[in-house]
């Protein structure tokens, strides 16, 4: 369980607890556990190679990026897949970049997917359309909604679930408080 695969992911509280109940119906169980993110980097470093070096390497990194201001204003879908789409991707698509740069070993998704495309998921099944018209339903107040990302965690799977272990600042610290 050593060498399991850690991950850096973008936390979304509040998206989570505004729709994290229609997650939680329309996703199977692939979340493992996580509230709403948006990917950086998974599979990432294994558990056993994590070192203080790389966490201090990585919040150097992430402290050199300023906080992310983000806008949703619509859904788009992946085959089996439905999100919350970005309107603007190219901070995280910088912020993806800037740790790949860091780390070539560890591309977005293991590099099977030729562009980055910066994402939330919220339904993952064979029956997207359903799910997409069922969370129009029922939240349809929801888009669009804006924020602040300010931070990065990394995770590792603990058990049959992934749980933060480490959550990095983006920006210079108190000044983007």
């Known amino acids: 369980m050593d060498n399991a695969p850690t991950g850096l992911v973008i936390p979304f509280p509040d998206i989570e607890q505004a729709i994290g109940a229609y997650r939680r119906a329309f996703i199977l169980p692939t979340t493992f556990g996580l509230m709403a993110h948006l990917t950086v980097i998974f599979p990432f470093m294994p558990r056993n190679e994590m070192t203080t070096a790389v966490t201090e390497t990585l919040q150097a990194l992430f402290y050199q990026i300023p906080p992310i201001e983000y ?40 590099g099977q997917f030729e562009s980055i495309i910066p ?46 272990t480490h959550s990095f600042q983006l920006g210079i610290g108190d000044l983007h408080e």
């Open 71 to 110: 806008t949703i204003s619509g859904l788009a879908t992946f085959p089996q897949v439905l999100y919350l789409e970005m309107d603007d991707e190219r901070p995280f698509i910088e912020l993806i970049q800037a740790v790949e740069r860091e780390y070539p070993k560890y591309p977005s998704f293991g």
């Open 119 to 164: 994402h939330i998921t919220i339904a993952k099944n064979e029956t997207i359309s359903q799910s997409e018209a069922e969370f129009l339903k029922n939240s349809p107040q929801f888009l669009p909604v804006a924020g602040v990302c300010r931070t990065v965690w990394l995770i590792e799977k603990r058990g049959d679930n992934y749980q933060m």
